[in-house]
């Protein structure tokens, strides 16, 4: 296992500053951050959507950006790679109907993991949560509850770690979400 290697698993409309934040973060701090999508090369891009809180029961979507993918899915080894991150928007909603996603986090429990908002779709999907307390986005508490895992009620700009799982409700999240997931990696960062 490589201790600079991230897998970053991507989707079309994931939310875009969910995928572009992270991405850039790890990169800035050394890592090498695969981006992979089921079905599509590195090269090829995914749709990205921005999801904003502007007051309504729920957040608005935008048309966000083309990510450029860094990896070939079918090509992940697992062992190559020290976490996973897992965005949200609306790519882990049919993501969790591809075994081999599904297949892929699994064998990720135990390791590093950060996953916000919708990604824990994924970490319901997977059973990979029971017992753990996973944070997510608000509507996504009843398929945590439903696996087994204990909703964590944060604000949207909170994160939380249980052990290898460290996970946020949306992108506001992203300094304690990426910091609290650093510290899992091992990383030291001096500011």
Same mark, same amino acid.
């Given at each position: 296992?490589?201790?600079?290697?991230?897998?970053?698993?991507?989707?079309?409309?994931?939310?875009?500053?969910?995928?572009?934040?992270?991405?850039?973060?790890?990169?800035?701090?050394?890592?090498?951050?695969?981006?992979?999508?089921?079905?599509?090369?590195?090269?090829?891009?995914?749709?990205?959507?921005?999801?904003?809180?502007?007051?309504?029961?729920?957040?608005?979507?935008?048309?966000?950006?083309?990510?450029?993918?860094? +990896?070939?899915? =079918? *090509?992940?080894? %697992?062992?190559?790679? &020290?976490?996973?991150?897992? #965005?949200?928007?609306? !790519?882990?909603?049919?993501?969790?109907?591809?075994?081999?996603?599904?297949?892929?986090?699994?064998?990720?429990?135990?390791?590093?993991?950060?996953?916000?908002?919708?990604?824990?779709?994924?970490?319901?999907?997977?059973?990979?949560?029971?017992?753990?307390?996973?944070?997510?986005?608000?509507?996504?508490?009843?398929?945590?509850?439903?696996?087994?895992?204990?909703?964590?009620?944060?604000?949207?700009?909170? +994160?939380?770690? =249980? *052990?290898?799982? %460290?996970?946020?409700? &949306?992108?506001?999240?992203? #300094?304690?979400?990426? !910091?609290?997931?650093?510290?899992?990696?091992?990383?030291?960062?001096?500011?």
């Amino acid at each position: 296992m490589s201790a600079k290697k991230i897998l970053l698993l991507a989707g079309d409309y994931v939310e875009d500053y969910e995928i572009m934040v992270p991405y850039q973060a790890l990169s800035m701090l050394g890592f090498t951050v695969d981006a992979v999508c089921p079905g599509k090369k590195a090269g090829e891009h995914v749709l990205t959507a921005i999801h904003d809180f502007e007051g309504a029961q729920t957040y608005s979507e935008k048309p966000g950006h083309r990510f450029a993918l860094t +990896a070939d899915f =079918d *090509g992940v080894d %697992v062992a190559d790679y &020290a976490g996973l991150v897992i #965005p949200g928007g609306r !790519a882990p909603e049919y993501l969790r109907l591809d075994q081999r996603v599904i297949d892929l986090v699994r064998a990720f429990a135990g390791r590093p993991v950060a996953a916000v908002c919708h990604g824990a779709q994924l970490l319901a999907a997977a059973r990979v949560i029971e017992g753990r307390t996973v944070s997510a986005y608000p509507a996504c508490r009843p398929e945590v509850e439903l696996a087994g895992g204990v909703y964590a009620d944060i604000a949207v700009d909170d +994160a939380v770690t =249980d *052990g290898w799982l %460290v996970t946020a409700p &949306a992108w506001p999240a992203h #300094p304690r979400w990426l !910091a609290q997931f650093i510290a899992v990696l091992g990383v030291q960062v001096a500011i």
